[in-house]
Nanobody
């Protein structure tokens, strides 16, 4: 089994920054794509950013230029640096990883999420 644990969420004021982390552990042979999603109340889950193993990144237009996704393959950890936060960024941020296990199986895993609230 594989576990994804997010950390780094919190309450900040508009214009401030946060750094989220997602640590993967368990029967991991390799992690392929990783991504951050978010879900606000009464809204659908949306992709914020993703990053493939080689480092190519993709961002939602609403966060481009403000958020930066990165990963440390040696630590099986992904990060999301969020700058110039806006109230509309308020949501639960959820980590996703496409994992190949030691037994050769490949599937998606999801974390439990971490709350980010941007409010004055």
């Amino acid at each position: 089994q594989v576990q994804l644990v997010e950390s780094g969420g919190g309450l900040v004021q508009p214009g401030e920054s946060l750094r989220l982390s997602c640590a993967a552990s368990g029967s991991i042979f390799s992690i392929n794509d990783m991504g951050w999603y978010r879900q606000a109340p009464e809204k659908q889950r949306e992709l914020v950013a993703n990053i493939i193993r080689g480092g190519t990144t993709n961002y939602a237009s609403s966060v481009k230029g403000r958020f930066t996704i990165s990963r440390d393959n040696a630590k099986n950890t992904m990060y999301l640096q969020m700058n110039n936060l806006k109230p509309e960024d308020t949501a639960v941020y959820i980590c996703n990883a496409d994992v190949t296990s030691y037994w050769g199986t490949r599937r998606d895993y999801w974390g439990q999420g971490t709350q980010v609230t941007v409010s004055s």
